[in-house]
């Protein structure tokens, strides 16, 4: 992610735009991109200030300064540095200094500090070697942190990961956001709406998939706390909004240290690529869940669902699970919210008070703290509130005993 002063925009009026590498500005940023990706690549096993150092000789002209931070920014976060020391730096510098300390009191007039007794005589107090003690002094400073790992990257694919990093840093001062995607096959749909729900973003929907669907969001400045928090999940949303090949983004955001209203649009025209993979439509979880209550041979089969619920002016819903009873074809969707935030459940428990058009049960993990009371028998669902893991038995119990209780209602 880049910080704020590294972000390279364009005002014009009211309007912000990312300036993205193109023609002679990207030829330069990739050779700049390749020397540095073979600095960083070298300098494995070495100490964070000699890499600084290694690439502060890179000469960068002023124009492409930005540029150049913004590229080791994003290099950096491919990185792993680990303070190495035996021993814990305080605890050596508390030693070290107290025993200077006393070694400077007892010099005569025309002696001189010897460092090298001082580090010796605490070295063995320590069980340690003065070498070591030296190595360990300054262990856990910055420039000390040796960098153990460097996740190498493409030059190519680095350049894209500016271009969308920069779209990223503006949304992070969006207050709203509102997206039309259109033409997208229903899998597509489905990751989308599951990648808001799993950033736990707030949002209404409005359309449907011949159309295409209208996904207004909150951004993070329209919060009063968790700003920063919320405005991360945003900009961690994009890649999965850039993977739809037709959309449209327009966001309001708060510019500046004087936070001037301006417009930031970005649709699938601009040509920013995807940087990240959808997140997996099923869970090893569910997958186990769906063998499991298979292997009961009850009256009610279960599948993984593939229908979207985009109740106008609501948040898109999409189940995670389908049942279907082998006798009256009646269907119940199951949503499992066990790694998902407490608010994605109350808002659920809400839509379901106001009615749904099938039957829901959400399954929610004992850790959310969300009772099973909250929904009455005439919302169109129930909460299962699971330990561990969702039971099949406790699920098969649940679709009986609704079942019983529709058809009680419906007799004379």
Known sequence: MLTTDLLRVRRRGDAITPRYLRGADAARARALTERFLTIFAEHVGQSREELDAALAQVEVPARDRVVGLGLRKLLEDRCEFQMVSALEPEAVR????????????????????DRAAVLAEVA??????????DKALYADLRGSEILARFDPIPAAALLVRYDVALAQGVLLRATKVAVHVQRESP???RALFRAMRFHGLLHVVRGAPDSGYVIELDGPFSLFDAVQRYGLKLALFLPHLLACSHFELR????????????????????????VAPDLPSTTPDLDGFVEAFDKLGSEWS????ERIFALP???????????????????????????????AVWKRVELLRKGFPARVLLAVGKQLRVSEQVLDEDASGEIYVYRATISPRAVLERLRKARAAAQASREP
């Open 124 to 133: 063995a107090r320590l069980s340690s070697t003065p070498a070591e003690l």
């Open 302 to 305: 279960v599948a993984h669902n």
């Open 94 to 113: 508390r030693e070290v200094f107290l025993a200077s300390a006393a070694a400077h009191r007892a010099l005569e007039l025309r002696s001189e500090f």
């Open 187 to 189: 899998a597509r749909y």
């Open 251 to 274: 966001a309001q955001v708060l510019w500046g240290k004087t936070k001037d209203p301006l417009v930031f649009d970005l649709s699938s025209a601009d040509g920013l690529e995807v």
């Open 313 to 343: 002016g609501e948040v898109a819903c999409v189940p995670d699970l389908v049942f279907c009873n082998r006798e009256s074809k009646e269907l119940v969707y199951l949503e499992a919210f066990g790694f998902w935030s407490r608010d």
